[in-house]
């Protein structure tokens, strides 16, 4: 079932796709690679239409491959609305210039990385859900792996067991209301910054989990495309 709409207030999508791909080993970033025929960055937003219909997207993009977006929009048809800002040196700036480009005061703002396509519908629209009712909301899982805590003492590690119902695996999207993220937004970077939850957790507040899926991957080697090529069976068009 396609959620029309959640609430009175405007949603928003700010995809994440500013990297170009020097570590994955690829001419083109990987975001533009196809699976399933398909390239990543098109199924990823296709994904979150689907999830939520009027929901708005503001795609963020490396400044030298927007012609290159503009040629894949051609090829494959893909007539999604969407607004395209330019990616900053830094995954907060680039974030931060998605956030700049959206003037509505009001609004709940994901902010979803753009190699992730297999995020479930549910946890698209539990995450936005959740974060216009407590302020934020991030999916996250438990690993399935033992867990053991390492300290390093000289060249050895030395290790002790650690309940894993008690660790979570951070995904995407990170839904927040947008007098949050903006104002955790305007504060100085910082490289202790990993995600958006780190972010708005430095101005005290409180981070809220809702249940994430494993399928959603952040594709970001060779082998997660493999994978992908599997997980696209279980995700048809």
Known sequence: MVMQCLSSKSFYMIVVAGGKGLRFGSEIPKQFLPIGGKPILIRTIEKIKLAIADINIILVLPKEFKDYWQLLI???????EHK????????????KNGIDAICDQDAIIGVHDGVRPFVSLEVVRNSMLMAEEL???IPAINPVETIRLGKKDNSNYSSSTFNRDDVFLVQTPQCFDSKILKKAYSQPFDKAFTDDASVVEK???KINLVEGNREN????????IIYAEILIDEFKD
């Open 84 to 95: 395209v800002v330019e990616a900053g040196e830094e995954r907060f700036f680039s974030v």
């Open 135 to 137: 302020g934020n909301a």
């Open 217 to 224: 991957i952040k594709i970001t080697n060779p082998l997660d």
């Open 74 to 80: 051609s090829e494959y048809g893909f007539e999604i």
């Open 203 to 205: 101005l005290g507040y």
